[in-house]
């Protein structure tokens, strides 16, 4: 099937990264093929992930997507090369480095440069169930590329006053993707993170979130949790840093949210 879904909010630190983490990991826990992208410079995802790479000889997203504008006999790497096995039997990895910032300048005048990720994931999206892309707190060119490469986007949205005015630029560059570049995107869902019901305002802004978007808001809901900002020091996901936390089954019951919605 190989379903593609870019995890996008242009406002930062609203879940995105651990939502992409353990979204993939829920997903590979209930046995489909997983395969995770970091498109983001900051590669929260890969040190999540437990990988480092400097300690890698550049098989990164930057080389992938570069690649792609090579001619295949001078091409120095493809999306195979890059696939690191995670932890998780299930989910590969394909890691960022912060030189993906090299990116947004050199594919400037590339042909095409917006659907250069999606050539680059081309040669491996049937062989996997999820492809899951985190994205960065940008609405620049890789974020452009991760839309047009996706079937769908998750939007994490963390229960803030300001939650939902920022909201409104992230539909309007859906919608131009939509209206071009990747006419099949769909919003998978809109998610509500960090969540804590003792607090007035968060209840408000879900209830919010429910009058406005009705059924594109995941019933799931993911509620504020040490361990899960714990786990990524770790380097691992937390189903397999706390299999008892409320993260651990949060994330589960997303996924499984996913999986009906899809199959
Ligand atoms: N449910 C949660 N409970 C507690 N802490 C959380 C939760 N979700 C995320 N965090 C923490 O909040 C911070 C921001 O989360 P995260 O890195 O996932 O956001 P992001 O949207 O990817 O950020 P950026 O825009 O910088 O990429 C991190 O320190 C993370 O550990
Ligand atoms: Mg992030």
């Known amino acids: 099937m190989g379903k593609v879904i870019a995890i996008a909010n242009q406002k930062g630190g609203v879940g995105k990264t651990t939502t992409a983490i353990n979204l993939a990991a829920s997903?590979?826990?209930?046995?489909?093929?997983?395969l995770i992208i970091d498109a983001d410079p900051q590669a929260n995802t890969t040190s999540g992930l437990n990988f480092s790479p400097t300690s890698d000889e550049?098989?990164?997203?930057?080389?992938?997507?570069?690649?792609?504008?090579?001619?295949?006999?001078?091409?120095?790497?493809?999306i195979r090369d890059a696939l690191i096995q995670t932890e998780l039997k299930n989910l590969h990895m394909v890691p960022s480095h912060i030189n993906l910032v090299g990116a947004e300048i050199?594919?400037?005048?590339a042909p095409e440069r917006e659907s250069v990720l999606r050539k680059a994931i081309a040669p491996v999206r049937r062989e996997y169930d999820y492809i899951i892309i985190d994205c960065s707190p940008s609405l620049g060119l890789i974020t452009v590329n991760s839309l047009t490469a996706a079937d769908s986007v998750i939007i994490p949205v963390q229960p803030e006053f300001f939650a939902l005015e920022g909201l409104g630029?992230?539909?309007?560059?859906?919608?131009?993707?939509?209206?071009?570049?990747?006419?099949?995107l769909t919003i998978e869902g809109f998610v509500i993170t960090?969540?804590?019901?003792?607090?007035k305002v968060h209840s408000q802004v879900a209830t919010e979130l429910r009058e406005h978007f009705k059924d594109m808001v995941f019933n799931t809901i993911i509620q504020r949790s040490i361990r899960l900002s714990?786990?990524?020091?770790?380097?691992?996901?937390?189903?397999?840093?706390?299999?008892?936390?409320?993260?651990?089954?949060?994330?589960?019951?997303?996924?499984?949210?996913?999986?009906d919605k899809n199959e």
């Open 169 to 184: 630029k992230l539909l309007q560059t859906i919608r131009l993707v939509q209206g071009g570049l990747n006419p099949k």
């Open 58 to 78: 550049k098989r990164t997203l930057y080389e992938v997507m570069i690649g792609v504008l090579q001619d295949e006999r001078s091409r120095s790497i493809g």
């Open 27 to 34: 997903l590979a826990v209930l046995e489909k093929k997983v």
């Open 106 to 109: 050199e594919l400037l005048d």
């Open 230 to 259: 714990e786990a990524p020091s770790h380097g691992k996901p937390i189903v397999l840093y706390d299999v008892m936390n409320n993260g651990t089954s949060n994330y589960l019951n997303l996924a499984q949210e996913v999986i």
């Open 194 to 199: 960090m969540f804590d019901g003792r607090t």
